[in-house]
């Protein structure tokens, strides 16, 4: 039900190089020089970007602000990863997508950053933006220079792009809120100690950041939602046998998301105790997205 089933579930085109990777003897695929240079400047930029909200953090001169020039630089960056995640992981002949973990993991991260870089024109995201741009930027390293087995996913049918693209975006909105509470869980023993670092003090209000992490919480929910109801509907044999624990491990994310808004309307529920259902909520998700199939990838190779 989640994207993975829809790669384990939807027919497959298996191929053993892409059209961007050249086996040579002895050695890793050797990556189209045009890919390698448009990955180096997306790396180059978010690295860049990270720097100047790192200093524009740091610094807060009024004269002398780099968040503008970060955040401009921060969206090159993206636009780069996009095409790059374009030429890897898209085939129109016949249509298919090559959902590979990395592949994946990429995409799901260029959707938090994109997120996060475009709200942060408007409300105070830097704090979230200096620590997604350089694992994004990871990622882009990953994908590029990492070979892997191609898993085409044969496409075409709106249903099933409509399913894979609500799969994606709902971790990556859960992956902020996990974000979001890792700093609320850092601002809050930073509040009982002694001395909060300097850094910590130029971190939005404790609560203002608990507003926003439910706010990704509730439409990750609401996206998970879906993609859970459109696996049922579209996706066949959900309950295979190597399909099982992700339907399973699914659901029990939602169930973990469905209590934790339930305790908030009813209970309150804030702070720590929110946190840590957050963060519950997204391992399990984690498990259910990318633990599965890096078992079935990697390790047995079942695709």
């Not at 099933?160 to 601002?187: E, F, K, N, P, V």
């Not at 963060?279 to 990318?290: E, N, Q, S």
Request: hydrophobic share 55%; aromatic share 8%.
């Amino acid at each position: 039900m989640s994207l993975w089933q829809t790669v384990s579930s939807s027919r497959r085109v298996r191929s053993t190089h892409s059209d961007l990777a050249r086996p040579i003897p002895g050695g890793a695929p050797q990556v189209d020089h045009s890919v390698t240079f448009l990955a180096s400047a997306t790396i180059t930029g978010f690295v860049l970007a990270t720097i100047l909200l790192l200093v524009d953090q740091w610094q807060r001169l009024e004269r002398c602000s780099f968040r503008l020039p970060g955040l401009l630089i921060a969206v090159a960056g993206l636009i780069g990863q996009g095409a790059l995640l374009y030429q890897l992981g898209v085939r129109t002949s016949p249509p298919a997508l090559n959902l590979t973990v990395l592949n994946a993991l990429a995409t799901v991260f260029w959707l938090a950053s994109a997120i996060t870089v475009v709200s942060a024109f408007r409300e105070r995201l830097e704090g979230i933006a200096v620590v997604l741009l350089p694992i994004t930027a990871l990622t882009v390293f990953l994908t590029v220079f990492v070979p892997e087995s191609n898993v085409p996913i044969r496409t075409g049918q709106l249903a099933l792009d409509a399913h894979i693209l609500i799969s994606l975006s709902a971790y990556a909105l859960l992956t902020l809120a996990a974000l979001q509470g890792t700093m609320l869980l850092i601002q809050h023993q930073a509040l009982h100690g002694h001395s909060p670092a300097g850094w910590i003090r130029r971190l939005p209000p404790m609560e203002s950041v608990e507003q926003l992490m439910f706010r990704f919480i509730v439409i990750g929910f609401l996206l998970l939602t879906l993609a859970l109801v459109s696996g049922f509907l579209f996706l066949e044999n959900i309950f295979a046998q190597h399909l099982v624990h992700k339907t399973v491990l699914s659901v029990i994310a939602w169930l973990v998301f469905a209590v934790l808004l339930v305790g908030r309307h009813v209970a309150g529920w804030r702070g720590r105790t929110a946190v840590q259902w957050t963060l519950a909520g997204f391992v399990i998700m984690g498990l259910a997205y990318f633990g599965t199939k890096i078992v079935l990838e990697w390790i047995l190779d079942l695709g």
